[in-house]
């Protein structure tokens, strides 16, 4: 334990995503003395609003006018091209700030742990998202859409609604958007008339917001097809919905009956919602990804009465050219932090990191947003996460409960370690240039894909 002084509170945030600024702000608001440097591997701030919200999503990116106040503030600083476990190290950290917060999210996704997994053919969601984001990790990525007719999809969230949109909305209706050149090359080439939705439990308990799926039936050339008998609701569900259901899962009920009354559809393409089905194996020919094989499950009512999914011991076989997974994303382990390898992220209490699930407090070390308590709720759910996490580092501070931070400012570190930073100032300047970029090629904005061409550029506006 350390005594507290009145000197200035020094903070450090490895991330710089929702929950990164959303903590930023709440210490703000919390003390006039504190100082918050946030650090992010890669050259650009924002996480997944920038990597992981659509490109035809612009309205829910817009958050980030919210994010340039809070790095307004006098005490903010931006490390960008940091990464902490290879740059920086957590005892760095440790030996030059009073608190630490990790808010790095999810970076990962969640396995089918299926066989056939490995098969070609065979994405994940996120790295389809990163990739027609321009996120570097996954600029490198190939989906093979020349090739494919019908997409199987699995999971009815919202991530899975972003796949299926993009897949089957019109080239030129994202060519304005911000959407990565790659990504709208390989989709003006796309042979891709069917996704096939695949959820395990029924339609009253789908996972996507109703504005996503009628956003979908809005697309040209779309029509959203549901079967009679995907539509219907069983009587538990029908008990649970008029008890416990909310108003978006009643109008999702609405919106997918009255989809199966309008029968198959005329148009061109296609996105069909299947409920009650769970894949069980993959096929393949020759390494390739040729069909799904799903078995029917059926709900059953656990102990407080919600439907839960039981396989009904039924099968069939799904033809599919490709299938992306959208059941979740997960956590990644980071150097010199706890990792709970069975839910995926930093084992804590309240916000305060512990050596492993049911350990001890590490003194100091804190969490917000995904990698605190998964990858659940929407953007402003972290804003509210991260009040509470600032909350106990507040109330530990109080107690004296902090790091010594006896150690130099981190920027003569990393100057002796040569790691070429970005400021916010490089950032403010670099997205500028993305804007301008973006107007003269007719889009929103255009991003570089990789980080060696971020930097290159951030380094060239430095003049």
């Given at each position: 334990m350390h005594e507290v002084n009145n000197d200035t509170w020094r903070v450090a945030v490895v991330g710089s995503g929702p929950s990164a600024f959303y903590t930023a702000e709440a210490l703000f608001k919390a003390a006039p003395n504190?100082?918050?440097?946030?650090?992010?591997?890669?050259?650009?701030?924002?996480?997944?609003?920038?990597?992981?919200?659509?490109?035809?999503?612009?309205?829910?990116?817009?958050?980030?006018?919210?994010?340039?106040?809070?790095?307004?503030?006098?005490?903010?600083?931006?490390?960008?091209?940091?990464?902490?476990?290879?740059?920086?190290?957590?005892?760095?950290?440790?030996?030059?700030?009073?608190?630490?917060?990790?808010?790095?999210?999810?970076?990962?996704?969640?396995?089918?742990?299926?066989?056939?997994?490995?098969?070609?053919?065979?994405?994940?969601?996120?790295?389809?998202?990163?990739?027609?984001?321009?996120?570097?990790?996954?600029?490198?990525?190939?989906?093979?859409?020349?090739?494919?007719?019908?997409?199987?999809?699995?999971?009815?969230?919202?991530?899975?609604?972003?796949?299926?949109?993009?897949?089957?909305?019109?080239?030129?209706?994202?060519?304005?958007?911000?959407?990565?050149?790659?990504?709208?090359?390989?989709?003006?080439?796309?042979?891709?008339?069917?996704?096939?939705?695949?959820?395990?439990?029924?339609?009253?308990?789908?996972?996507?917001?109703?504005?996503?799926?009628e956003e979908i039936a809005e697309l040209r050339d779309v029509d959203v097809v549901v079967s009679a008998a995907d539509a219907r609701l069983d009587p538990l569900s029908a008990e649970w919905l008029a008890r416990d259901g909310a108003r978006s899962q009643q109008r999702n009920v609405k919106f997918l009956q009255d989809r199966a009354a309008l029968g198959p559809g005329t148009r061109p393409k296609q996105l069909v919602c299947r409920f009650l089905v769970a894949p069980t194996e993959l096929l393949g020919d020759a390494g390739r990804l040729r069909a799904v094989r799903v078995q029917h499950m059926q709900l059953v009512a656990d102990a407080d009465g919600t439907p839960r999914p039981r396989p009904a011991g039924t099968s069939e076989e799904l033809a599919a050219d490709l299938l992306f997974k959208a059941i979740g994303y997960r956590g990644v382990p980071l150097p010199g932090v706890p990792f709970d390898e069975k839910k995926g992220i930093v084992p804590n209490v309240d916000g305060r990191v512990v050596e492993s699930p049911g350990g001890a407090v590490r003194v100091g070390h804190y969490v917000a947003g995904w990698c605190k308590r998964g990858p659940t709720g929407l953007i402003g759910t972290n804003s509210l996460d991260a009040k509470a996490t600032v909350e106990g580092m507040l109330a530990d501070r109080s107690a004296g409960r902090t790091l010594p931070a006896k150690g130099g400012d981190v920027t003569?570190?990393?100057?002796?370690?040569?790691?070429?930073?970005?400021?916010?100032?490089?950032?403010?300047?670099?997205?500028?240039?993305?804007?301008?970029?973006?107007?003269?090629?007719?889009?929103?904005?255009?991003?570089?894909?990789?980080?060696?061409?971020?930097?290159?550029?951030?380094?060239?506006?430095?003049?």
């Open positions: 504190v100082q918050v440097d946030l650090f992010d591997r890669l050259p650009v701030p924002f996480g997944l609003v920038r990597g992981g919200v659509a490109p035809d999503h612009q309205k829910i990116k817009s958050v980030v006018k919210v994010y340039d106040k809070i790095a307004a503030s006098p005490g903010f600083r931006f490390f960008g091209n940091v990464c902490v476990g290879r740059d920086l190290h957590v005892a760095d950290l440790a030996g030059r700030y009073h608190q630490i917060v990790y808010a790095y999210g999810c970076e990962s996704d969640q396995k089918l742990g299926t066989p056939g997994e490995e098969l070609a053919g065979v994405h994940s969601a996120t790295e389809f998202v990163g990739w027609y984001n321009a996120h570097p990790d996954h600029r490198d990525r190939t989906f093979d859409l020349a090739r494919a007719e019908r997409v199987a999809l699995v999971g009815n969230g919202n991530v899975a609604m972003d796949v299926a949109r993009v897949l089957l909305a019109s080239p030129d209706e994202l060519a304005a958007t911000d959407i990565a050149d790659h990504a709208l090359a390989t989709l003006r080439h796309s042979r891709v008339r069917e996704v096939v939705l695949l959820g395990r439990r029924g339609p009253a308990q789908a996972a996507f917001s109703p504005k996503e799926i003569e570190l990393l100057a002796s370690r040569h790691i070429d930073a970005v400021s916010w100032h490089d950032w403010q300047r670099l997205d500028a240039w993305e804007q301008e970029q973006g107007r003269s090629r007719g889009k929103l904005r255009h991003k570089l894909p990789s980080i060696e061409q971020l930097m290159q550029v951030v380094r060239e506006l430095r003049g």
